[in-house]
């Protein structure tokens, strides 16, 4: 069953069927100001922390499904009837109106078209502004004259969560509305700077300030008694719950058509004041959209490609790239899901994040990667999550308030901010490796390596040898095999193994030190290249020998000894992670790799993608730990869990099979999931952060989309495995792994300044290999760094 499809052209998702099974979602805003949205309009603001500072509020896992939201309703003077823009929330009958939503790159558009009315409605955040605009379009498609009343609703927030949500003895006394000059303004009276404004760019024939004045006594927002009615109360107060919402009547003749700017925005009536002049100009609401396009644009542009998959290049081209760009913008706590119950920077999540598109957003993986690294104690482990405003010597001191408010974000002791070891998960660290040899690869910026940075339990050192900590963190937490112990847990929160030693922590270890080892060598740094040679191999013994079960690699070892992940066991026989990265970091033998992912094809490979372990485990055993708990075929527990099975595609192209690795993306790829949108029920568009596995009722139903790391690796694996388009220090390489059907293959690669037309050709109908390189038809070894505003066609014949 399909509900929608792909607009490439404008890089859209339009949604004809809007009864969807679950909330589809989108992100508005590049800045500070976020908006969570589904296709009918539900969903919340946020001005930089969705825990904090929420501006909209949102009741999640409700019913009705994702209320309140931003919300237009259109009334009919003739005979009362009444409608939304959006299907919901007042739901017109499929058969009596025509409603479509169209999903596109920060930005949102609601159409309805409805007893002779043409509307739509868009939601967008200038890159400039912390403001959100709706722009509402009417159109009179009859040949009568219509009288028609437009009203806003939305419904604000008590910035934090938890007095959002649990404190009403402080909450519905702390917030004050109020209506002058054509602008509501909210007012969080507990804080000194707390201010929301809702105004629009025409004089408005009413309003109300006040939620259950909107609405009335027993109703939802179905059926507002103020729309009912057909006019506002002009309700304020201090204290009570408030709400945007401004009513305005028009007459329409025949054919004309209207455009009105509704804007909800941060700050006090002043600042919205200055926004309502600005965006009462429609020059400046288009400009608006034309810098947000030119600026996704940019982005889009540093890589495209046409291949023979279609559903890969609609991914790779748009969405699988704007996914990971909303993850390293927002990071994960902004979603349907977290709803912004907690805020700061997970560490491995980021350190991922980062990892994956330094080419199209430098500055923000940057900013994150310093941030990481502030975040890293003095003996090597990172702080698991963690605000970066605590270690930020620049962040701006809080003005002094003359009282102490109930309400304001609270202060971390400083001795409370550094947890112990205890606390530490393994992997954290190590993913920062990696990123940082990826950044200073795409970049060229070779000084960032010798940058000072702080620790975040004191004192400072530099880029390099916060590295080196990290890396010897990892060989010194070991256990009585050798292998990286677990500690809290590695990458898997659930497999626990009781503090045991965790294989894929090894292989993250070696695949670290892999990376590490290149820039070391690149500076001349022959001390440290002997050093980490050394253990690199040291650890390549040790995995190998220890870790290697007959036909596969197992997953860890308990802390009482137990080997998690071998042929002799009934539940949680084969593990994703530990296998893929065997292959993916190096360190596993030719041999034993294939024959590992032999063993994830045969025995964890589904139609909808790879399962992270199999068996299930039923049995509940806390030596291996909380997995063993969760639900057969949920989560981490025998799920199709997304984020590793780019591990997969990257491992079987370190193998050199193609078939193998786009056998495995299309599998999990969403984009082929459009049509069966019964099963998967959520988006086509994003991946999720998990696919029900194959032992639960609910197998290949898709859950969590956007905020996953699953959108970066897919692009990762994708990009730099698959395509083989990946930078160097002073080179780009191309070394493509493709399916052998594949003859030919195209893309526009801007790197550093240059732009690099690529055509790749596969006459022998090869997987793997690389037979001749021509650069401007010039046959060279290699693809050197060019300069700056040039381009060049490279051509790449593989055999």
């Known amino acids: ?107 949102t558009t609601y159409e309805c078209d409805y007893k002779g009315i043409k509307a739509s409605q868009t939601l967008m955040v200038p890159m400039d502004d912390a403001v959100e605009l709706w722009d509402v379009r009417l159109k009179n498609t009859t040949d009568k004259e219509r009288r028609i009343s437009v009203f806003s609703y939305c419904e604000f927030s008590f910035h934090h969560i938890m007095i959002d949500n649990q404190n009403f003895q402080m909450s519905l006394y702390c917030a004050g509305s109020s209506y002058a000059e054509n602008i509501i303004e909210y007012d969080l009276f507990y804080e000194e700077f707390g201010y929301q404004y809702f105004t629009s760019n025409v004089t408005p024939d009413g309003f109300d300030c006040l939620r259950d004045s909107f609405l009335g006594a027993y109703r939802t927002e179905d059926n507002p008694i103020a729309v009912e009615h057909g006019t506002c109360s002009g309700s304020h107060e201090l204290g009570n719950n408030h709400c945007g919402s401004l009513q305005k009547d028009l007459v329409l003749a025949p054919g004309e058509e209207v455009r009105l700017i509704f804007m909800l925005g941060e700050g006090n009536r002043e600042a919205g004041k200055k926004i309502r002049e600005k965006y009462s100009d429609m020059a400046n609401v288009d400009a608006a959209y034309a810098q947000l396009k030119d600026y996704w644009e940019n982005k889009f542009a540093q890589l495209q490609i046409k291949t023979p998959n279609e559903g890969m290049n609609t991914l790779i081209n748009t969405w699988n790239l704007y996914q990971a760009e909303v993850n390293i913008m927002f990071s994960r706590f902004a979603s349907f899901i977290e709803v912004g119950g907690r805020t700061g920077l997970g560490y491995r999540d980021t350190a991922q994040d980062a990892m994956t598109i330094p080419h199209s957003n430098p500055e923000k993986c940057r900013q994150r990667i310093v941030e990481l690294l502030r975040g890293l104690t003095t003996k090597g482990y990172g702080l698991h999550l963690f605000s970066p405003e605590w270690f930020d010597p620049d962040a701006k001191k809080e003005k002094k308030k003359p009282f102490k408010s109930p309400t304001v974000i609270p202060t971390v002791n400083a001795k409370d901010i550094v947890h112990g070891l205890e606390d530490a998960c393994s992997d954290d660290a190590l993913w920062l490796v990696p990123s940082i040899i990826e950044y200073i690869k795409e970049t060229g910026e070779t000084g960032f390596a010798d940058e000072t940075v702080t620790y975040a339990d004191g004192g400072e050192g530099t880029v390099y040898e916060h590295m080196k ?89 308990t802390k009482n000894g137990k080997k998690i992940g071998t042929s002799e066991d009934a539940e949680g026989k084969v593990h994703l992670e530990s296998n893929a990265w065997a292959v993916l970091s190096g360190a596993a033998d030719v041999e034993k790799g294939k024959r590992a992912m032999d063993s994830v094809d045969k025995y964890l490979f589904t139609p909808y993608g790879i399962l992270l372990n199999a068996p299930s485990y039923t049995v509940p055993d806390d030596d291996i730990g909380f997995v063993t708990r969760v639900y057969p075929g949920l989560k981490e527990n025998g799920s199709i869990f997304s984020h590793p099975n780019p591990w997969a595609w990257a491992a079987e192209c370190v193998l050199g099979r193609g078939d193998r690795a786009m056998k495995f993306y299309n599998a999990l790829c969403p984009y082929y999931q459009n049509n069966m949108i019964e099963i998967r029920q959520s988006e086509p568009y994003s991946y999720c952060q998990f696919v029900v596995g194959r032992d639960h009722t609910a197998f290949g139903r898709a859950r969590h989309p956007f905020m996953t790391g699953s959108g970066g690796w897919a692009y990762f694996s994708a990009t730099r495995y698959m395509l083989g388009i990946r930078p160097d220090f002073e080179h780009l390489t191309i070394d493509p792994c493709i399916p052998a059907d594949w003859k030919e293959f195209s893309a526009v690669r801007r790197w550093r300044g240059a732009e690099y037309d690529i055509h790749v050709e596969n006459p022998d109908g090869v997987m793997k290999g690389v037979q001749e390189l021509y650069l401007d038809g010039e046959k060279v070894e290699r693809i050197p760094v060019m300069a700056q505003g040039s381009r060049h066609d490279v051509r790449v014949v593989m055999g």
């Open 469 to 557: 900590r990290i890396l010897d963190f990892s060989a010194e937490q070991v256990g009585a095999t050798g292998i990286c112990k677990g500690l809290r847990a590695d990458w898997n929160d659930c497999l626990n193994l009781g503090g045991g030693e965790s294989a894929m922590v090894s292989f993250l270890h070696y695949w670290a030190i892999c990376h590490f080892l290149q820039l070391a060598e690149y500076l001349g740094r022959t001390e440290d290249v002997e050093k980490y040679q050394a253990m690199r191999e040291r650890v390549g013994n040790v995995c190998n020998r220890e870790l290697w079960d007959k036909e596969w690699f197992i997953r860890g070892i």
């Open 1 to 107: 069953m399909q509900y929608g499809h792909f607009d490439n052209e404008k890089r859209e998702y339009v949604i004809d069927r809007v009864d969807l099974p679950v909330s589809w979602t989108n992100y508005l805003g590049v800045k500070d100001l976020c908006v969570v949205v589904n296709h009918t309009a539900g969903g919340y603001m946020f001005y930089q922390s969705p825990e904090y500072h929420r501006v909209t509020r949102f009741r999640g896992n409700a019913v009705p499904m994702d209320r309140p939201g931003h919300y237009v309703y259109l009334r009919d003077a003739k005979d009362g009837d009444y409608w939304s823009i959006s299907w919901q929330p007042v739901g017109k009958p499929l058969d009596q109106a025509k409603y479509t939503c169209r999903h596109g790159i920060s930005y």
